[in-house]
């Protein structure tokens, strides 16, 4: 029965998806050869691009990402806790997802990785001790986790969970098979030699494989509790104790979590203390199943603005008797409701060979970056930067200005623990989407169409590399945002930008209709989102100041002196400061701020690698 249900769903993932309008890319792979669709692009773009002279990160930049970990650890992570005390249960998730991405990248990057006044067997002892010390952390945080809170929490929290352990899957399969290759296992007996052990022993961090698949599966199925088709004909609900919402990063979440299960997840035979079930195979039909139809369902419910930007999701209006139709769009759009989703994407991409996964991940890319205010055909700013009045901005345009993405709250200093997250979230699963394409999973009877595949392969990487001007030019804003310890700010644009604003001189029009930003401020007590019970994002102590302007600025109890400023010099250049740091306003720098610096490096050494 699983063989067949795994088939029907391999079926349907290779059926057209609909959603391209009639427009579709011939599939890679098909059991037969199809007809009446378009070739394999040569490019993701609607412009040409040169790849060979692309824009390509030196090794300064895995530096400045490894020193990002490094600083983040030393400042937040407390071995005592196996924790970072500061987080919330998500961002926790979160920052354990990003860390060991980085950890995958530093085993990939390792060869090119110079030491200086190290021999061969020195220097690997060093990377190696480099990788495994943080790797313990994160192996650490595993018993740190508050499992029984999450359990009680949205689903979104829970499926944060089941990808931060797929990810670790992920990089023990990736170090283990480029740095411990090894035989088969063998019975150790009295006659087994001491050589004979070490040739047939696993690298250590396979010890906790299977613990790590346990949570993840623990998780996925929680958050398969979610899914409804009661209401919207489908879609996941974003959190049992409100009015019913169905936001896109749930959805999103779904469908990555659930196509990442499907390709990593390795079986879990472990018995749960809440699922009583005797055995959890691989490449499990269910967990594909709930990818397409997630997919099937996000893309056909009209979730994305004018601007191909995915919004925030749908109410069902209450008002309308025995209504059960999405209709009360919330217009709210956020950094991370554009990143999750590419997770997704790209796996889609590999099970079915169907080019339009990979053509919709390129389009909502291209759509946040011109949503920054960048000219991506011309590698530049859209708007003049050397025109824009000191004390004045660039002009918003969405997800950011004069070429830098923001969340609408970074300017104003305004942003959540939440808030705080959400680019680092977009840049981390921008680098899972543009890795490397990997040939395709062919089932017995199907056929690949190898040039096809080579040349969807080319018009993926070369337009990937596309992307690495404007992601220098977030890296450079970036970097000047860090303090004296090394720790990065919320906005970048404060290091390029001349200019401290405030909510109502930001540009930003933060009343508009039907855009709630819940998750900087809460939900509203409404008929709406619910009348008894609002949500809240991430609490703290709070005090609150007035500024000379009459804006409202939250400030931790613990806050450092607000009016230090760094010198820290950049490639030679120093930090354009303010007499008040921008980014020491509201959270300031926290965890949260960290990882999203640290997300940024990686994806732009990433992008620029070979492999």
């Not at 053509?359 to 859209?382: C, F, M, R, Y």
């Not at 401020?521 to 008894?532: A, F, K, N, S």
């Amino acid at each position: 029965m699983g063989g067949l249900l795994s088939l029907l769903a391999l079926q349907t993932a290779l059926a057209d998806p609909n959603h391209n309008g009639g427009h579709e890319h011939c599939p890679i792979v098909y059991y037969e050869k199809p007809k009446g669709c378009n070739a394999p692009p040569d490019i993701f773009l609607d412009f040409s691009f040169n790849a060979s002279a692309a824009l390509l990160a030196d090794s300064q930049a895995l530096d400045y990402a490894v020193q990002a970990m490094v600083v983040m650890q030393d400042h937040y992570f407390v071995s005592d806790y196996s924790t970072w005390p500061t987080a919330i249960d998500w961002t926790s998730a979160v920052t354990g997802t990003v860390i060991t991405g980085l950890l995958t990248t530093l085993s990939k990057s390792s060869v090119s990785i110079a030491l200086s006044g190290s021999g061969d067997s020195s220097s690997w002892k060093a990377k190696e001790n480099l990788i495994s010390s943080y790797y313990g952390q994160v192996v650490s945080s595993y018993y740190g986790q508050d499992i029984l809170s999450l359990r009680g929490e949205a689903y979104d929290d829970m499926l944060w969970v089941a990808l931060e352990w797929v990810e670790a899957i992920k990089f023990i399969r990736t170090h283990a098979d480029l740095h411990y290759p090894h035989g088969d296992s063998i019975d150790i007996g009295p006659e087994t030699g001491l050589s004979e052990i070490m040739a047939h022993t696993h690298w250590h961090g396979e010890n906790w494989f299977s613990s790590f698949a346990h949570r993840s599966r623990i998780f996925w199925n929680l958050a398969s509790r979610g899914w409804d088709t009661k209401l919207c004909d489908g879609g996941m609900v974003w959190n049992p104790r409100l009015y019913p919402y169905k936001n896109a990063i749930t959805n999103e979440l779904w469908i990555s979590a659930s196509v990442s299960m499907y390709h990593y997840f390795p079986g879990d035979n472990f018995t749960s203390p809440w699922l009583a079930s005797a055995k959890f195979p691989k490449k499990d039909p269910a967990h594909l199943q709930a990818a397409l139809d997630g997919y099937e369902w996000l893309m056909g419910v009209n979730m994305k603005n004018e601007f191909g930007l995915f919004v925030d999701g749908y109410h069902i209006d209450r008002r309308r008797p025995g209504n059960t139709k999405c209709d009360l769009r919330d217009e709210m759009v956020y950094t991370y409701n554009q990143g999750v989703l590419l997770t997704g994407q790209r796996g889609l991409w590999a099970i079915s060979g169907r080019v339009s996964y990979l053509k919709d991940g390129h389009d909502l890319i291209q759509s946040v970056i011109e949503a920054t205010g960048w000219d991506l055909k011309n590698k530049k700013p859209a708007e003049d930067l050397e025109a824009v009045p000191s004390g004045r901005l660039p002009t918003w345009k969405g997800l950011g200005r004069g070429g830098i993405i923001e969340d609408m709250c970074d300017a104003s200093g305004t942003c959540s623990q939440d808030g705080q997250t959400f680019k680092g979230i977009f840049f981390h699963h921008l680098a899972t989407f543009c890795s490397p394409l990997d040939p395709v999973r062919v089932q017995d009877g199907m056929k690949v169409d190898k040039r096809g595949y080579e040349r969807v392969r080319t018009a993926h990487t070369n337009t990937c590399k596309s992307y690495l001007d404007w992601l220098k030019h977030n890296v450079d804003a970036a970097l000047r945002t860090r303090d004296k310890s090394g720790l990065f700010g919320m906005w970048w644009g404060a290091g390029i930008f001349d200019a401290v604003v405030t909510l109502d001189s930001d540009g930003i029009d933060h009343s508009a209709a039907n855009a709630t930003d819940y998750r900087n401020q809460g939900t509203p007590v409404d008929e709406m989102w619910g009348e008894t019970r609002p949500w809240t994002p991430g609490s703290e102590h709070w005090r609150m100041l007035e500024s000379a302007s009459g804006q409202q600025k939250l400030l931790q109890q613990s806050d450092k002196d607000q009016d230090d400023t760094s010198d820290l010099e950049n490639d030679g250049a120093k930090n354009r400061q303010s007499r008040q740091d921008p980014n020491a306003r509201g959270r300031g720098r926290t965890l949260e701020t960290q990882l999203g610096g640290l997300a940024l490096l990686r994806a732009y050494w990433e992008l620029s690698q070979p492999y």
